[in-house]
T-cell receptor, first 109, second 112 residues
Framework: GQQVMQIPQYQHVQEGEDFTTYCNSSTTLSNIQWYKQRPGGHPVFLIQLVKSGEVKKQKRLTFQFGEAKKNSSLHITATQTTDVGTYFCAGMDAGKSTFGDGTTLTVKP | NAGVMQNPRHLVRRRGQEARLRCSPM?????VYWYRQLPEEGLKFMVY????????ESGMPKERFSAEFPKEGPSILRIQQVVRGDSAAYFC??????????FGDGTRLSIL
């Protein structure tokens, strides 16, 4: 079955440093979605990427979808304390989503 | 514009009792997903349902767990004869086909 691997599992950064999380799928995806879960909260949808090689930006967040549609990344520039939480990718294939295990980001002020 | 509604938010059960978790999807959404999350861990897929049909239950334990999404009313995740290991947060999400999922606030289940 489809597997989605996400690395790293944890990332600790100093406020102002950059952060990147990577997502790799064992199969080609129809699209990939990114979610953020704050501590004690529920996952919240951030963005969906559909096209091969697609790049989307949301303020300090940059999302990329690989050419082969099997990998993706989320990059945060100049992290802030409000960025703390767990970032999940979810690969969509034939109507089914498979979530990665997430990358938990902590930011030291 | 109600989002995904889950109740109860917190549920306490003694070992051996039954737990019923409810999820009302967003208006217009016919796809419902249930996930379990242990503290400091990721989302573990349990089951994917459409109205009156179970599409994928590959993540559901074979015993004690069942899920339904009737034609009328909320989706129900039912855990019979709960054990301590069932303590977790259970999240429900809904979506349109092949579209992003919208999550509820979750039900925190504690087993005494």
């Amino acid at each position: 079955g489809q597997q989605v691997m996400q690395i790293p599992q944890y990332q600790h950064v100093q406020e102002g440093e950059d952060f990147t999380t990577y997502c790799n799928s064992s199969t080609t995806l129809s699209n990939i979605q990114w979610y953020k879960q704050r501590p004690g909260g529920h996952p919240v949808f951030l963005i969906q990427l559909v096209k091969s090689g697609e790049v989307k930006k949301q303020k300090r967040l940059t999302f990329q979808f690989g050419e082969a549609k099997k990998n993706s990344s989320l990059h945060i520039t100049a992290t802030q304390t409000t960025d703390v939480g767990t970032y999940f990718c979810a690969g969509m294939d034939a109507g089914k989503s498979t979530f990665g295990d997430g990358t938990t980001l902590t930011v030291k002020p | 514009n109600a989002g995904v509604m889950q109740n109860p938010r917190h549920l306490v059960r003694r070992r051996g009792q039954e737990a019923r978790l409810r999820c009302s999807p967003m208006k217009g959404h016919s796809h419902v997903y249930w996930y379990r999350q242990l503290p400091e861990e990721g989302l573990k897929f349990m089951v994917y349902l459409q109205k009156e049909n179970i599409i994928d239950e590959s993540g559901m334990p074979k015993e004690r767990f069942s899920a339904e999404f009737p034609k009328e009313g909320p989706s129900i995740l039912r855990i019979q004869q709960v054990v301590r290991g069932d303590s977790a947060a259970y999240f429900c999400a809904s979506s349109l086909f092949n579209q992003p999922q919208h999550f509820g606030d979750g039900t925190r289940l504690s087993i005494l």
